[in-house]
């Protein structure tokens, strides 16, 4: 199945759970693990919802809303534990959604009950339609400090450098409470490093069990909060490894003052840096580090 315009494809991922694939930004909204399976162990695991107690309500900004699939499967796990949800959305394109709601097998992935739910959340005037960007400082002065989860899932930073800026990211990380997390599926050095320069404490989201066993899979994504993060099973302090990767020139940030650059922009405003960067000593190639680390793919960069 194809939307209209032929920019979205619907696939079926490798749980079975329904995602799509972007023909424009040339790629796919979810891992390989499958959608389900990727919104439950990297945005519900992490999330730490053993802390709250039963009656409690979660605060969640779900960032990149797409499917509704990381907030659906936030919906079931908050459920299971007798958690209410307070909620808001960003996303550009309500038509990740309409195609996802349409599908019936995306409606029968979840729990009775679950799609309506998630219908009426992206219904409501907390679904802040547009680019994130021109929506997130609305919701920072609303919110500022009392977020408990940002749900991060943007496409990814070369592909979509735009909501990985470190202006955005700091937006997002005032966002939280104290004990708050953003959650990303990414670990990336430049991103990493942009959450500690918002401030954030950050960890490591353990690799599912498989992928681990390659040697560029070493992160399942990143976990940063205001307060330190690693008494949780499933998240780890980064490792030598990984700390030595933000030294290099893979760390350097993606910038976007204005909040209006486009994606050309953006990266090129990064690559001059990061030769300057080279040019002035000031930080490893890549390349050096992960011949050191014997690591062979680029996909962290
Ligand atoms: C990787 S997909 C999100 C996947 C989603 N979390 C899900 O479970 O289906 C990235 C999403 O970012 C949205 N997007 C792209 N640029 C955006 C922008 N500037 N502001 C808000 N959303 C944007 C796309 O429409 C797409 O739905």
């Avoid at 023909?23 to 919802?49: C, I, M, N, Q, T």
């Avoid at 219908?119 to 977020?147: F, I, Y």
């Avoid at 030294?247 to 350097?252: D, F, L, M």
Wanted: charged share 20%; glycine share 10%; net charge neutral.
């Amino acid at each position: 199945m194809t939307s209209s315009g032929s920019r979205l494809e619907a696939r079926r991922t490798a749980d079975g759970s329904f995602s799509l694939f972007s023909r424009e930004v040339g790629e796919g909204f979810h891992s390989g693990l499958g959608a389900l399976e990727e919104a439950r162990r990297k945005f519900v695991a992490p999330a730490g919802l053993k802390r709250w107690s039963a009656g409690s309500t979660v605060r969640v900004v779900d960032v990149c809303v797409g499917t509704g699939s990381n907030t659906a499967a936030l919906l079931e796990a908050l459920q299971t534990r007798g958690l209410n949800l307070s909620w808001w959305g960003l996303e550009l394109d309500p038509e990740p959604l309409q195609l996802a709601l349409a599908d019936e097998q995306f409606r029968n992935q979840w729990l009775p009950g679950t799609a309506e739910q998630l219908t009426q959340l992206c219904a409501s005037e907390r679904m802040l339609w547009g680019d994130a960007r021109a929506r997130l400082p609305e919701l920072v002065n609303a919110q500022a400090g009392q977020v408990d989860l940002v749900l991060m899932d943007a496409f990814s930073p070369s592909r979509c450098p735009q909501l990985w800026s470190v202006e955005f990211l700091a937006g997002l990380a005032r966002l939280l409470a104290p004990q708050g997390r953003l959650l990303t599926y990414c670990s990336a050095a430049a991103i990493r490093a942009a959450l500690r320069l918002a401030g954030l404490e950050i960890a490591s989201i353990d690799a599912p069990s498989g992928l681990a066993l390659q040697p560029h899979d070493w992160s399942g994504g990143t976990a940063a909060s205001p307060s330190p993060l690693t008494q949780q099973a499933g998240l780890r302090a980064l490792g030598p490894m990984e700390e030595e990767h933000l030294r290099t020139n893979a760390a350097a940030p993606y910038r976007d003052p204005t909040g209006t650059a486009d994606r050309a922009a953006i990266l090129r405003q990064r690559q001059q840096s990061q030769a300057l960067a080279m040019q002035e000593g000031g930080a490893e190639a890549t390349g050096a580090w992960r011949r050191r680390w014997g690591l062979c793919s680029s996909n962290h960069q």
